[in-house]
């Protein structure tokens, strides 16, 4: 395969004491290479196998529960990793689908052997289509090297684009105050994207006409997300304060030591302390509501414990019990009394989704063809799963 000039990284077979060994190096390496060699682009462009992705990841997320689980809770005991549990898998996936393509690659396949990594590059790293508001995280390749244990005494765990980002402040510890003016309500629903608003509003808006007080609260941090209930008499519209999603920080708890404990992926060894470190990214970076840090997790629950406690909802109404808010509401909804309903906001397919997994009490779902899906996703010991033909004409939730 001949060397590109578009700079980037390339692996390139070494030996060490006459083992081989795989080295990342600067793509111009490459043309001098004497031995096998590859783009890392070339690595990443390559087709995995669906079946063995999937299954990589399940054995990498089992391990990590049962390695991790609990080294860290909420003060309303949501383990971390069920609250974070979307942003990890997703990168986990990546870490996996970059071991595959690895063992892909026939002269890998044929001589295995440890990775060592670029000097200076960071660990994780941010891919192309990341937003203000969504942060796409992936594994760098030198950070694939470092989980499978290669030594990295110079390589920062953030990239230069990760490193750039400006943190936010982390000496507000406690979220703004209530408003007053609130008052008991029936249902609290909860919304954070467009899509949640479309879905929700016509719902609340039917249990309006039915005598039903409902709270509807925007946690966008997307003005282009945020929703508008219009004029609908029964639903009242806050919006979350505006330093809710703001806090960086440590993850207490969470910082490991290396250790003995490996989950083994397609013949290579995953190091689960050393991937915590490079999970912390995540965890200690706020990336606003789509994927808050974990002290901001801390400050939600805190601030959705004092909605609950204000309003005194029966049911919590989501469209989203899959991803950190949704986990949380629903957690919280059960802890305060109320009954969670999640209603579906969107098309289901077992493929499409980061997490095959619905947290709330009751689900309704647009049609009979969702049931199953919805029947074989949920996670709660009691949970009921009803067809309504479509969101909009989903009967009340109480």
């Not at 083992?19 to 793509?27: E, R």
């Not at 974990?294 to 991803?323: C, F, G, I, K, Q």
Request: glycine share 8%; hydrophobic share 40%; aromatic share 4%.
């Amino acid at each position: 395969m001949s060397p590109r000039t578009t700079g980037g990284l390339g692996l390139v077979r070494s030996s060490n004491a006459g083992k081989p060994t795989w080295a990342l190096v600067g793509t111009g390496a490459l043309a001098h290479a004497r031995t096998d060699h590859v783009h890392t682009t070339d690595l990443e462009a390559t087709t995995v196998d669906k079946q063995l992705l999937r299954s990589g990841v399940e054995d990498v997320m089992a391990a990590l529960d049962h390695y991790s689980a609990t080294l860290a809770s909420t003060p309303g005991g949501a383990g971390w990793l069920h609250v974070q549990h979307v942003p990890v898998r997703r990168f986990v996936a990546e870490i996996v689908r970059k071991l595959l393509a690895l063992n892909a690659w026939a002269p890998f396949a044929s001589t295995p052997g440890p990775l060592t990594l670029a000097p200076y590059e960071g660990l994780v790293g941010l891919r192309s289509s990341s937003s203000r508001e969504y942060l796409a995280y992936t594994v760098t390749w030198s950070g694939v090297a470092y989980v499978l244990g290669a030594a990295a005494p110079h390589n920062p765990t953030r990239s230069a684009q990760l490193r750039d980002r400006a943190r936010t402040s982390t000496a507000n510890t406690e979220p703004s105050p209530l408003p007053s003016d609130l008052g008991r309500q029936d249902v609290l629903a909860l919304s954070w994207t467009s899509r949640h608003a479309a879905t929700l509003t016509p719902v609340l808006a039917e249990l309006a006409r039915g005598g039903q007080r409902n709270l509807l609260l925007d946690l966008a941090t997307d003005a282009a997300e945020r929703c508008s209930a219009g004029s609908v008499t029964g639903i009242e519209l806050r919006s979350a304060p505006s330093d809710l999603f703001t806090l960086s920080g440590t993850a207490e708890g969470l910082h490991r030591p290396d250790d003995e404990h490996v989950v083994q992926v397609e013949g290579h060894g995953v190091q689960l302390a050393r991937l915590i470190r490079l999970l912390l990214v995540l965890l200690e970076t706020s990336g606003g509501c789509t994927q808050p840090s974990w002290r901001t997790v801390v400050r939600a629950e805190s601030w959705l414990d004092d909605m609950l406690s204000s309003t005194r909802p029966h049911t919590v109404l989501l469209s989203n019990d899959t991803s950190p808010l949704g986990v949380l509401a629903a957690h919280a909804a059960e802890r305060h009394g109320a009954n969670s309903v999640h209603v579906q906001h969107g098309a289901w397919t077992a493929e499409s989704v980061a997490w095959p997994a619905l947290h709330s009490g009751d689900i309704i779902v647009m049609g009979e063809r969702d049931l199953a899906l919805g029947r074989g996703w949920a996670r709660h010991p009691e949970a009921r799963c009803t067809s309504s033909g479509s969101p909009a004409s989903t009967s009340s939730p109480a």
